[in-house]
């Protein structure tokens, strides 16, 4: 009994070792096999991992681990809520609920956040089942395709933007694989053709799009390709698939593998309007040449960025070459321009390029092959220019003006020859009138001076008389000196009004007894601005005019001088129609009952000479028309035939000023008295005598000199004592001019007051004004002496 216990013992003993052993084996087995699945999952680079049915990790692999940046221990057992976004959290654990409800395997493309940049993951997954068949969690293989989804990307938006290019280039491409045959067509390149998008295309018909006079060349081109490899590019004609005739730029190109052409392709793009656009091109420059050689313009166009100028052959023309010749850059160019036209041809260029003004256009003179210059009238313009305005390119055209301008150079000799025998002629009216002038004076003077030999006559009386002629004489001289262009505008605060009653004083001595002057002068008149000189002149002419239009008649001419306004809204006009600038004027109107005038007189009245008397008066009323605008005034005229004529003159005023230094006549200048030695140069006798004796009434002790060198020696013998040097201008030996000069050297810092005959403007062309402390217009009375001596001995301040 016991043994047979024993013996089932031992085998039950036997066959748990044989169990353990196997147990064992299959024990080291399945971790071999666990092993290898750990060492599989960890080494992929896929994210492997399985939750339970409540989305907690429960098996994670090293890949997830990295993914987290976390120790595996803080990963297990804790849901997405912990590691992403919630709302990246939800839809994952949504995911997660259809794959384990749906009971299916499925790959989805799930967007995470992790370690603050977004990634994309291409996830599979699947439920998992417990012993029982029961769903117990969910795995998961997700692979990261961030890259790959940002490559598709951007292959996309490349093929869209390369789709689109094509579009607007009208550009299609194609592509025809040797190896089967297969041809394909861009989607543009079928629209370019005229066909349907499902429409099928073979080699032999792409070829027949070609228009009969472009396939051989394509053909030629394609064998070509075909055979050695060498692309082509043409531009040829093609008939669409609806009849449409187009052009077209088509270009190949071969693809190589193991040594041998596997594939061609290439594009085609169409030109047409390019080619329409050449052709209107090539038609105007045609018509442009036709235009140049019908014109005789000479073209050039300048290309800024090369430097390349291109000229027509008429330009060569015009300077003796021919066109090929003229290969001249822009610098080679400014050495044809005449030296002295040179500034200025560049000038206007700067000008233009800078943008200052809107076209270049410059006469010069450039330099022929033959060695003359002609003439150019050169005019351009920038036709390009950059984005930031930099000039790119500059077309123009040359004229030859040589003929042009040689008649007009022929015109204006004989417009001054004819000036010279008008001014000539003029003189001959101005020397009568003035002869006739000068005579009544020297009468006036003749007679008073006999008078008060004889004593019939108040010697007062002559002296004042004689006196008003010399100032009449005066006057004389300096319209004179005005019509010789002698004079020099002297502007001082002038009594119009006083200006104007002696001057009616005056000539109602003088004008025929039959006439009458009236006149009515406003009291309280303000001052008028102006050369008192130039202003008597004005009313002069209008009053001598208006007596001579009266003649030998019974007549009258009224006078009148008031203040007027000149309203904005209401302002006048003058004699062109002019509007006169609004203000306060002074208004003088001269109006006779003389003979009027017609219209041909009243437009021609102001022309330089133009008279309608036998004797003259200078320049009459161009020089009142000439002195009134240079006042600033205005004049207006009414005139008409037997009906007389009015003159208005408008003069601006300006604001009344107290009793101020005057000359002769003033009644306001305090008597003044000089002191010490003053150094008279005058070379007439007589003038000389009369100046040394005002001088010494003015109290000042007289050195006398006959000339500049004689008064020079003086100075140096006696310089201490000379307070002032009063000289002629025009004497012999050495006159007042080098007189200045050579007290200059000597350092001299005496004042030096010119008296001159010649008017004003002959001292300022010779002597500035720093040279000298004054000067003072022959003759001159005793009044005008002392306030150029006192002007002159003023302290600098």
Request: proline letters at 3%; glycine letters at 10%; charged letters at 25%.
């Amino acid at each position: 009994m016991l043994s047979g216990i024993s013996g089932g013992l031992v085998v039950c003993l036997v066959f748990i070792a044989v169990l353990r052993r196997q147990v064992r084996a299959k024990t080291q087995e399945l971790d071999e096999q666990g092993s290898l699945m750990r060492s599989i999952i960890n080494g992929t680079t896929d994210a492997v991992f399985i939750k339970n049915v409540e989305g907690r990790y429960i098996v994670v692999n090293d890949e997830v681990v990295r993914l987290f940046d976390r120790p595996r221990g803080e990963i297990l057992g804790h849901d997405d809520t912990s590691f992403f976004l919630e709302e990246e959290a939800q839809q994952l654990r949504n995911n997660d609920l259809e794959f384990m409800q749906g009971h299916r395997v499925a790959t989805t493309v799930e967007r995470i956040t992790t370690l603050g940049r977004s990634r994309v993951y291409l996830a599979t997954k699947g439920p998992v089942y417990d012993k029982n068949g029961k769903v117990s969690g969910v795995f998961g293989i997700s692979r990261d395709i961030t890259d790959l989804k940002q490559a598709e990307q951007e292959v996309h938006r490349y093929s869209q933007l390369l789709k689109r290019t094509g579009e607007l280039a009208l550009v299609g491409g194609w592509e025809l694989d040797l190896t089967t045959g297969s041809l394909y067509w861009s989607e543009m390149l079928r629209r370019i053709h005229d066909l349907e998008p499902e429409e099928p295309v073979t080699p032999e018909r792409s070829l027949a799009f070609c228009a009969p006079e472009g396939r051989g060349a394509v053909e030629a081109a394609a064998y070509q390709l075909v055979a050695t490899g060498v692309p082509f590019d043409l531009e040829i004609p093609i008939v669409t698939a609806k009849g449409r005739r187009i052009w077209g730029r088509v270009q190949g190109e071969a693809e190589w593998a193991d040594g041998r052409i596997v594939k061609l392709f290439g594009s085609t793009q169409d030109i047409t309007e390019r080619k329409r656009m050449e052709e209107q091109l090539r038609q105007s420059n045609e018509q442009l040449r036709f235009v140049l050689d019908g014109s005789q313009l000479g073209f050039w166009d300048w290309n800024m960025e090369t430097g390349e100028v291109a000229r027509n052959e008429r330009w060569a023309e015009m300077l003796g070459y021919t066109l090929d010749e003229v290969q001249f850059t822009v610098d080679q160019w400014t050495t044809l321009i005449h030296p002295e036209d040179e500034i200025r041809a560049w000038s206007m260029l700067d000008a233009h390029l800078a943008g200052s003004v809107p076209r270049y256009e410059v006469e010069y003179r450039m330099l022929a092959k033959d060695g003359s210059y002609k003439w150019i009238l050169d005019r351009a313009r920038i036709v390009k220019r950059a984005d930031d305005g930099t000039p790119l390119r500059m077309s123009g055209t040359h004229t030859d003006i040589t003929e042009r301008k040689r008649a007009e150079e022929e015109k204006r000799t004989r417009e001054q020859q004819m000036q010279h025998a008008q001014r000539l002629e003029s003189l001959g009216v101005l020397t009568g009138g003035i002869a006739h002038d000068f005579n009544n004076i020297l009468a006036i003077i003749i007679g008073h001076c006999s008078l008060a030999r004889l004593g019939s006559h108040s010697t007062e009386r002559s002296i004042a008389e004689i006196e008003r002629a010399a100032e009449r004489a005066a006057e004389l001289c300096r319209q004179m000196l005005a019509y010789a262009g002698k004079s020099q505008f002297v502007c001082e605060e002038v009594d119009f009004a006083a200006l104007l009653r002696d001057m009616v004083q005056m000539l109602t001595q003088t004008i025929s007894r039959k006439i009458v002057i009236s006149q009515h002068l406003a009291p309280g008149l303000p001052i008028v601005h102006g050369d008192p000189s130039q202003l008597r002149q004005i009313a002069m002419n209008l009053l001598i005019n208006a007596s001579e239009a009266i003649g030998s008649e019974q007549g009258e001419i009224r006078v009148r001088l008031d203040r007027v306004a000149v309203d904005e809204a209401l302002g006048g006009q003058d004699h062109l129609g002019r509007a006169i600038p609004p203000g306060a004027y002074l208004c003088l109107e001269v109006a006779d009952t003389g003979c009027g005038m017609d219209e041909e007189t009243k437009i021609r009245l102001f022309e330089p000479f133009y008279t309608t008397k036998f004797t003259g008066r200078g320049l009459g009323m161009s020089a009142v028309l000439g002195i009134i605008a240079s006042h600033q005034g205005a004049l207006q005229l009414e005139s008409e035939q037997g009906r007389g004529t009015r003159f208005r003159v408008f003069l601006p005023v300006q604001a009344a000023l107290g009793c101020s230094e005057k000359g002769a006549g003033g009644g306001c200048a305090a008597p003044w008295q000089g002191s010490g030695a003053v150094l008279l140069v005058e070379d007439e006798l007589q003038v000389r005598l009369i100046a040394k004796a005002l001088l010494e009434r003015l109290g000042f002790l007289v050195l006398e000199a006959e000339n500049g060198k004689a008064a020079l020696e003086l100075y140096r013998r006696r310089a201490q004592e000379i307070r002032l040097v009063l000289s002629d201008l025009g004497m012999p030996e050495m006159d007042g001019e080098d007189l200045v000069f050579e007290l200059k050297k000597l350092g001299a810092r005496v004042p030096v007051l010119i008296a001159s005959g010649f008017g004003d403007a002959e001292v300022a062309t010779r002597l500035a004004p720093g040279d000298i402390a004054g000067m003072i217009s022959k003759p001159y009375n005793s009044d005008q002496l002392q306030a150029a001596l006192k002007r002159a001995l003023l302290p600098v301040p």
